[in-house]
């Protein structure tokens, strides 16, 4: 009977999710033109920093072990899995402007699960255009038997990823913070991703990857596409299984503090 209760709650998710995600394609989409062009404005983005890193490789051509393609590799995962939590779930980063403007009541009146209503409701024309991009620059440096793990990888990162904008987001339920604070920690975050691990040393180092692992993001699946293993992938599904079960327990912890913002919201 547990079974087959878990089995419907999931279907049940799975289908109100299906819904949101259309129709928020079909938002996005309604006006066109803003939308390619938010698209490629973040994929001329991308191209200035690789065009960047590529006047760099050119004077230093090898650092710590390093390469260009390495650094395209990087970008490539950190790109995707940025574009598909965005896509996925678009409201990963905006949780903690939800919960301190009492947004959140909406998403309490709906059928649970109260979490992925809040995360899904909403995707960015931008965050095309990083997938775009990602998908780009592997399909140059990629073979066809390299891409699906590529694309694993990627996804594992997506999660991942949500994951710490829900972390970070949900620290509004504990502490008295601002919209404002909760950008700058997700902006950190990403910014952290996009720079090779080997750059870091010391405590920053144990930061990323011990304390705030958020050197899984996109630095350890660089690693593993430089030289795959079994091992090396499965510590990579474990740890994002473990993040987002620590996310997922976080905000239902913190949502027990929650006090009603006395607001009524169509959408967020």
């Not at 072990?65 to 990963?92: C, E, Q």
């Not at 691990?197 to 011990?210: A, C, D, K, Q």
């Amino acid at each position: 009977m547990a079974a087959e209760k878990i089995l419907k709650e999931c279907s049940a998710n799975l289908l109100a999710y299906k819904e949101y995600f259309l129709i928020n394609l079909r938002t996005v989409f309604e006006y066109k033109t803003s939308s390619i062009i938010q698209m490629l404005a973040m994929i001329l983005n991308d191209i200035v920093w690789i065009f960047f890193w590529w006047i760099f490789f050119t004077r230093f051509p090898l650092i710590n072990g390093w390469t260009y393609r390495d650094l395209l590799i990087l970008w490539s995962v950190g790109a995707l899995s940025f574009g598909l939590s965005g896509i996925l779930f678009g409201n990963r980063s905006k949780l903690g402007d939800i919960i301190i403007q009492g947004r959140l009541d909406y998403f309490l009146a709906l059928p649970k699960n109260v979490l992925l209503h809040a995360i899904s409701s909403r995707i960015g024309a931008s965050v095309f255009g990083d997938s775009l991009f990602g998908l780009l620059i592997a399909f140059f440096i990629f073979t066809p038997l390299e891409l699906p793990l590529y694309l694993f990888l990627s996804l594992l990162s997506a999660i991942i990823l949500t994951s710490f904008g829900v972390i970070i987001g949900s620290t509004a339920f504990f502490f008295q913070t601002t919209e404002r604070v909760h950008k700058v920690m997700w902006n950190s975050t990403v910014g952290l991703t996009i720079y090779p691990p080997n750059v870091y040393e010391g405590f920053t180092r144990i930061l990323l990857f011990v304390i705030i692992p958020v050197g899984f993001v996109s630095g350890v699946p660089t690693e593993i596409l430089r030289a795959p293993s079994i091992e090396s992938i499965a510590v990579m599904t474990i740890v994002t299984i473990i993040i987002a079960l620590i996310a997922s327990a976080v905000f239902y912890v913190g949502l027990k503090k929650y006090e009603s913002g006395n607001l009524l919201y169509v959408n967020a």
